[in-house]
């Protein structure tokens, strides 16, 4: 993974690499690989490094598969390739050192892996929006889909880019727009996630994405300098804690009135729903009962 900071050639100590894509990278694999695709971030896309953010691999299905697109972005989700290659900028704005970055992992990773360009579609994801100065003068136009960015130009045409404070509020782009730079940007994410019912999906992802909130909206200049190297299970784990925070403070009463009277009684066996209650109780309500069945 080549992040917005270059690698010193000169030394074998490594410099500590921002995670921002570490984190995009454990939020689409919670997304992505119950659906068979697999996500791997850290890819080499030489014999040597440098490595290129995260790779999109279709393990099992020929195409995109309508689970997988309801889940994929606009731009990728219209990918015929086997392999999306992925640069994610999050600090550094769209400009020419980070196109000629993805034009050269592009280039090394079908070389690497012997595949053909129909193989491989490299995506640059931009957290910034781009300049209308610097789309002008790489030659990037927009297309049919908000915040998707495409060139004619025969060197970098291969390359799409995706504005992520610019994506539709599309459901299937909801997840990458999680990591786009505008607060309120990521504010409508989380209320459109709840509208999904965000209740649904896995625990796991439930905690990660409030761990990620707590770090966009719940700390300090100072304390969010510190949490950039925090680990995905780190920030899962984050999210799990605000959770048990939030719970522990509710009542009897503010638990039931979250969940309908029926999805509570579920979970219960009928003698657990019949202890404590008097004789008297129990049979009134078999009398109106075998009334209601007459």
Partial sequence: FMNDTNKNENTTVKKTKPSWHRLLAK???MVLSPFDVDVQPDVSVMTDPPEADIL???RKTPKWTAEQRARLPDGIRDSEASHILIEFKYTQSFNEKALAQAVSYD???KQAKTLSHFDVQTVLLSA???QANTLTYLDYQPTE???V??????????VLLLSLNELSNEPHNLWLKCFATHKNIKKQVLKKLSALDFVSISHELKWF???LMRIWFGTTLGEQKMIMDLTPEEVTEMGK???DVWFAGLTVDDMLARFERKEVLSHFKPVDRLAGLEPEVIEDYLKQLKKQQH
Avoid at 149 to 158: A, C, F, G, I, M
């Fill in 27 to 29: 939020l689409l694999e």
């Fill in 56 to 58: 999109l691999l279709r």
């Fill in 107 to 109: 280039y090394f990773y």
């Fill in 128 to 130: 910034q929006k781009p």
């Fill in 145 to 147: 889909h908000p915040g």
């Fill in 149 to 158: 960015y495409r060139t004619q130009n025969p060197v970098t045409r291969k």
């Fill in 209 to 211: 994405i409030r761990g």
């Fill in 241 to 243: 804690q605000l959770e």
